[in-house]
């Protein structure tokens, strides 16, 4: 089956605009994680889906950062006003059910660009 | 809540050597453990995985890990490094229970002709 796409696979802004980046899950999968990779770093955890429960918001670095997941599916991640310090690779990656399966599936990564 | 060390955060070897890289993780109750290889430009692709059982597991391209539960360390081998192994390497630690799972911050690995 399908895995984890993301959607641009890179984008470039400028600094103070607004951008959306978009995560289509592997089918089944009712967890959703956004983890951001900067030049050279490892993976840092933004937010966290799972099913109809309130998001683990723990990550997000700023109030220019939210995300949201419709219908227990897509979701986007949407970073207001835009700073350079947000250059960096995006990614997404989706799991079973907690009891159900732990391994994280990954997309291959929305690279943003902040001119 | 968990956490996890990756002592080393670039290591070169030459292509036929032997590798092996470092993860030490904290949690306090049994761990699920993951090694997870991302190439340049790629996402992150899973190597291997422990959950219980024999703490020798077995992966794709070669590699194997071995669980220490004395050590706390999950630590990742291959006997002959390939020039295509040349990536960026990342254990991972969860919990079953909620699937909070908790990334080393990654070595990466050059391999030298």
């Known amino acids: 089956g399908a895995g984890v796409s993301q959607s641009p696979s890179n984008k470039v802004t400028e600094k103070g605009k607004d951008v959306e980046l978009r995560c289509d899950p592997i089918s089944g999968h009712t967890a959703l994680y956004w983890y951001r990779q900067s030049l050279g770093q490892g993976l840092e955890f933004l937010i966290y889906?799972?099913?109809?429960?309130?998001?683990?918001k723990s990550g997000l670095p700023s109030d220019r950062f939210s995300a949201e997941r419709t219908g227990g599916s897509v979701s986007t991640l949407t970073i207001q006003r835009t700073q350079q310090e947000d250059s960096a690779v995006y990614l997404c990656?989706?799991?079973?059910?907690?009891?159900?399966?732990?391994?994280?599936?990954f997309g291959p990564g929305t690279r943003l660009t902040v001119l | 809540a968990q956490s996890v060390t990756q002592p080393d955060i670039h290591i070169t070897v030459s292509e036929g050597a032997s590798l092996e890289l470092r993860c030490n993780y904290s949690y306090g109750a049994t761990p699920y453990l993951f090694w997870y290889v991302q190439s340049p430009g790629q996402g992150l692709q899973l190597l291997l995985k422990y959950f219980s059982g024999d703490t020798l597991v077995q992966g794709i391209k070669g590699f194997e890990a071995e669980f220490k539960r004395s050590q706390s360390s999950f630590n990742l081998r291959k006997p002959s490094v390939h020039w295509s192994d040349a990536a960026e390497y990342f254990c991972a630690v969860g919990a079953w229970a909620n699937n909070d799972m908790r990334f080393g911050a990654g070595t990466r690995l050059t391999v030298k002709p």
């Open positions: 990656a989706s799991s079973l059910e907690p009891r159900q399966g732990i391994e994280q599936f």
């Open positions: 889906f799972q099913g109809n429960s309130a998001p683990d």
